[in-house]
């Protein structure tokens, strides 16, 4: 009797020795956060998902090397937060970050919620890596936290101010955007590059990033009769208004700054699209040597097209990766030295950072729509 109890005994007491082996290796793996914050509702929320599958890409791929980090096993996870395009909750999302001790922050999506919420990353200590917000101030402020591996404003709606005073040979230009910190600061550089270039500006006009009539606006702008007008602001109102511009007979070239470059922007204005251009940041993935292997891993994995931010977002978590295994540290204060020195050949190009925290070399590309697709035109790098 006594002998058929051992027996039965013994699975058990492997069994349980396998559990305290196993609990002991997950242990040993820490967890590595690492934040993203961005619209995942509203009006943006398309932006915000594609920001998230860029950054959630390059954690799986991370893990999926079974990385170690000062001699520890360790697993990236991802803390995702909705700052809904709002500067008020964009704050929240900041501080819920923070206290969820996250490492690194890729985000947020928006000029004017990376504004107020990169203040509290950097009284954190934490890095923030914008790979969409592009307003010039973002990185002028001092903060020796705040990154951003895309064109600013002054670089990629300058471009577009220079390309309609010395290409088009636009002689009346008329301006909308859409007065968020992101819309009217290309709306401005836009305006600054075209006066630097002897262009003139015949009407300025501005709406609101939740309208859908345009139609005071444009008509307002009509009776000046411009022969080219720049929209600063995303996709869904840039097809609107060129849709309104053609109803109303406004048959001036229409220009755009970034995040118009999309088929969204096709599928609203139809045959209205045709003709339309836009500055969009980076150079086109299809001439990058890993673009299009990134193009086609990510429809594979998400089932859908990747929009213009993924592969800047996901270059934006890899920098941070890399910055932690060449410091030998996840502790923010040690891999954001780290990422000062970052030199890094990504998706979108090259990543190297200036004093300031912005992307050394930018890249923006002049694309235009031909037969209701989106061709590239034109690629100017910045010195």
Known sequence: MLSRICVSRRPLVVALSLCFVSAAACAQEAEVKIGIAGPLTGGG?????????????????????????GGKPVKFVVDSQDDQSDPRVSVQVAQRLVDDEVSVVIGHFNSGTTLPSSKIYAKAGIPMITPAATNPTITQAGLSTIYRVIATDAQNAGNAGTYAATVTKAKRIAII???????????????????????????????????????????????TNPDLVFFGGLDTQAAMIVKRMRQLGIRAQFLAGGGVMDANFIKIAGDAANGSSVWEYGQPLSTLPKGKDFEAKFKQKYGVDMLAYAP??????????????????????????????????????????????DLKNPSSTMYQVKNVAWTPITTKTAD
């Not at 932006?47 to 893990?63: F, H, P, S, T, W």
């Not at 015949?202 to 606006?217: C, G, Y």
């Open 177 to 223: 955007d859409d007065r968020t910190a992101f819309g009217q600061g290309e709306a401005d550089e836009f305006e600054k590059a075209v006066k630097a270039n002897g262009g003139t500006i015949v009407d300025r006009q501005f709406t609101n990033d939740k309208a859908v009539d345009f139609s005071a606006q444009l008509t307002a702008i009509k009776s």
């Open 45 to 69: 929320a398309a932006y915000g998902k594609d920001i998230e599958n860029g950054v959630r890409m390059a954690v799986d791929e991370a893990n999926a090397g079974h990385p170690s980090i």
């Open 312 to 357: 800047f977002a996901y270059d934006a978590t890899w920098v941070a990766i890399k910055a932690m295994h060449k410091s030998n540290s996840t502790k923010p204060a040690d891999f954001n030295t780290a990422m000062k020195g970052t030199d890094y050949q990504g998706v979108t190009g090259r990543i190297a950072f200036t004093q300031t925290g």
